[in-house]
C-alpha cells in the first residue's frame, strides 16, 4: 500500500499568511495526486487534482505542484475562509489513502 | 445541481448489520465510478471501497473486506449501497460516497454509523 505523509500536522498562521503543506508519497505516483479542503462538520471539496490542476471555482490562491514522491499545496495568502484541514489523496493505485490531515489554525 | 445523498445510518450494537444507500442526482450516475470513505470522530479520511461503472471491478480497504460489499443498482443507475456485516465499534464514523473521476469531485453530506451496545 502506498503511505501518504503530510507535514505539518496543524499550522497556525495569520490572515495575508503564505502557507506550504508538504505531501510525501511511500513511491512514485506520478502526477496521481489530489488535495481536498474539509470544514468542520462538512464534507470534504477537491481543490487540486493531478497534483497542480485547480478546479473549477476553487481561487487562484490555491497551487499545487510537485510529481514522483514530493508534492505541496500553497496558499498564497491566506484569507479567513480557508482557516480548515486539508488532506492530500494518491489516486495512482488501490487502496486508495489519504495523508494524515493538516488543520490550519487561525494565529 | 450535481449531488450525492447518503441514507441509512444509525445506531447498532456490534456484530450487526446495516445498509447504506447513496442516491446520485444532476448527472448521469451510470457513467461515473464511485467510491465510500469514512471518517471516524475527530479522525481523518479513510477509503473504504470503490465500484467501476458496471460494477464489474470493486476494491476494497482491508479493514472492512469480508466484512463490507459494494453494490449498485443496475435497474435504478442513480443507486449506490454499502451492506455492512460484523460491524464493530471501531466502524463509528461519518460515511460518505464521492463520485470518482478518478478524483472525488462529488461528495455527499455524509450518514452516521454508531456501532455500540
Known amino acids: 500500500d502506498i503511505q501518504m505523509t503530510q507535514s505539518p500536522s496543524s499550522v497556525s498562521a495569520s490572515v495575508g499568511d503564505r502557507v506550504t503543506i508538504t505531501c510525501r508519497a511511500s513511491q512514485d505516483i506520478g502526477s496521481w495526486l489530489a488535495w481536498y479542503q474539509q470544514k468542520p462538520g462538512k464534507a470534504p471539496k477537491l481543490l487540486i487534482d493531478a497534483g497542480s490542476s485547480l478546479q473549477s471555482g476553487v481561487p487562484s490562491r490555491f497551487s499545487g505542484s510537485g510529481s514522483g514522491t514530493d508534492f505541496t499545496l500553497t496558499i498564497s495568502s491566506l484569507q479567513p475562509e480557508d482557516f480548515a484541514t486539508y488532506y492530500c489523496q494518491q489516486a495512482n493505485s488501490f487502496p486508495l489513502t489519504f495523508g494524515g490531515g493538516t488543520k490550519l489554525e487561525i494565529k | 445541481e450535481v449531488q450525492l445523498v447518503e441514507s441509512g445510518g444509525g445506531l447498532v450494537q456490534p456484530g450487526g448489520s446495516l445498509r447504506l444507500s447513496c442516491v446520485a442526482s444532476?448527472?448521469?450516475?451510470?457513467?461515473?465510478?464511485v467510491n465510500w470513505v469514512r471518517q471516524a470522530p475527530g479522525k481523518g479520511l479513510e477509503w473504504l471501497s470503490y465500484i467501476s461503472t458496471g460494477g464489474t471491478t470493486i476494491h476494497y480497504a482491508d479493514s472492512v473486506k469480508g466484512r463490507f460489499t459494494i453494490s449498485r443498482d443496475s435497474a435504478k443507475n442513480s443507486l449506490l449501497y454499502l451492506q455492512m456485516n460484523s460491524l464493530r465499534a471501531e466502524d463509528t464514523a461519518v460515511y460518505y460516497c464521492a463520485r470518482d473521476r478518478p478524483y472525488m469531485d462529488v461528495w455527499g453530506k455524509g450518514t452516521t454509523v454508531t456501532v455500540s451496545s
Open positions: 444532476g448527472f448521469t450516475f451510470s457513467q461515473y465510478e
